[in-house]
T-cell receptor, first 115, second 114 residues
Framework: AQKITQTQPGMFVQEKEAVTLDCTYD???????LFWYKQPSSGEMIFLIY????DEQNATEGRYSLNFQKARKSANLVISASQLGDSAMYFC????????????WGAGTKLIIKP | DAGVTQSPTHLIKTRGQQVTLRCSPK?????VSWYQQALGQGPQFIFQ???????QRGNFPDRFSGHQFPNYSSELNVNALLLGDSALYLC?????????????FGPGTRLLVL
């Protein structure tokens, strides 16, 4: 069965430092997508970055990059130069392309940026 | 470009009642998915609608039902509410048959069942 594991329940990071949020996944599918979303206390789930299983290069979106290691089944999110506004819950998710792209979610990591 | 909208934002119901939540997808999107997020947990997939039909369903009982309208908007209905149905309900929209099928989420509806 497909599964997403986020092993860091919470993290404290000093402002302006880089931070890496861990995500490992388990799937027997050949074709899948990996996503990271940010959820502030307001509740809205904000899309950050996407990596396709056949993409050879790591995805980047501004200060966000995804460190994709297919053989290890990991998809870590890297946030460069963290800001106070980055404090939020972060979720890793995987879509099954043979299942109408249903998203399977990890338990999330609560990131707190310290001034 | 309007994003995903949901209504109402908050709702309080009592056990046994029925509730209807509404979602309008992002402009240009044709697929709507619903998720339930209990406090402190990741979202759980309820079901997905495309072309006015339920295309995929998660592990939720038949008390949870939905509908998609010709304008792609969607409703989630929950009958015979239980205390355990208290959660944040998230609606996401996407465009079918795009390489990424990225889902964009609305602000959610917070449901409290007393």
């Amino acid at each position: 069965a497909q599964k997403i594991t986020q092993t860091q329940p919470g993290m404290f990071v000093q402002e302006k430092e880089a931070v890496t949020l861990d995500c490992t996944y388990d799937t027997s599918d050949q074709s899948y997508g990996l996503f990271w979303y940010k959820q502030p206390s307001s509740g809205e789930m904000i899309f950050l970055i996407y990596q396709g299983s056949y993409d050879e290069q790591n995805a980047t979106e501004g200060r966000y990059s995804l460190n994709f290691q297919k053989a290890r089944k990991s998809a870590n999110l890297v946030i460069s130069a963290s800001q106070l506004g980055d404090s939020a819950m972060y979720f890793c998710a995987m879509s099954r392309m043979d299942s109408n792209y249903q998203l399977i979610w990890g338990a999330g990591t609560k990131l707190i940026i310290k001034p | 470009d309007a994003g995903v909208t949901q209504s109402p934002t908050h709702l309080i119901k009592t056990r046994g009642q029925q509730v209807t939540l509404r979602c309008s997808p992002k402009s240009g999107h044709d697929t709507v998915s619903w998720y339930q997020q209990a406090l402190g947990q990741g979202p759980q997939f309820i079901f997905q609608y495309y072309e006015e039909e339920e295309r995929q369903r998660g592990n939720f009982p038949d008390r949870f039902s939905g509908h998609q309208f010709p304008n792609y908007s969607s409703e989630l209905n929950v009958n015979a509410l239980l205390l355990g149905d208290s959660a944040l309900y998230l609606c996401a929209s996407s465009l079918r048959q795009t390489a990424k099928e990225t889902q964009y989420f609305g602000p959610g509806t917070r449901l409290l069942v007393l």
